[in-house]
């Protein structure tokens, strides 16, 4: 069986609060991998399909989002609205506002 090279980057991000079990490095790269196996087993479409329906790729306060390389989110394990938006502008948007306050 073939490997594919897949253009995007998974990416298990931590939410902003504490809990008393905090997730650690480890579950967030066990997180990515779970993602990754996915990816690699059932396509990008399926994958991410099922990505976005959260289940098994929301645990706690780490989930998974897909990105294009170019910064496009093609999958959103919390929030599926900003499936297709351009994250990186919106970062960027982010940081020209604070520096304005």
């Known amino acids: 069986m073939q490997i594919r090279k897949i253009a995007v980057t998974a990416i298990a991000l931590f939410a902003g609060t ?3 079990l905090a997730a650690t490095k480890d579950d967030a790269v066990a997180m990515v991998k779970k993602a990754v196996a ?3 087993a059932d396509g990008t479409g ?3 399909a099922e990505i976005n329906k959260g289940g098994q790729f929301v645990d706690g ?3 998974v989002v897909v990105s294009s390389p170019d910064g496009v989110t093609v999958a959103h394990a919390t ?3 900003l499936v297709g938006k351009k994250m990186t502008a919106c970062r960027m948007s982010m940081e ?5 306050t």
Not at 96 to 100: D, E, H, I, V, Y
């Open 46 to 48: 399926k994958a991410y």
């Open 61 to 63: 306060e780490i989930y």
């Open 96 to 100: 020209n506002s604070s520096a304005k």
């Open 38 to 40: 996915a990816i690699n």
């Open 18 to 20: 504490t809990f008393a």
């Open 79 to 81: 929030n599926p609205k």
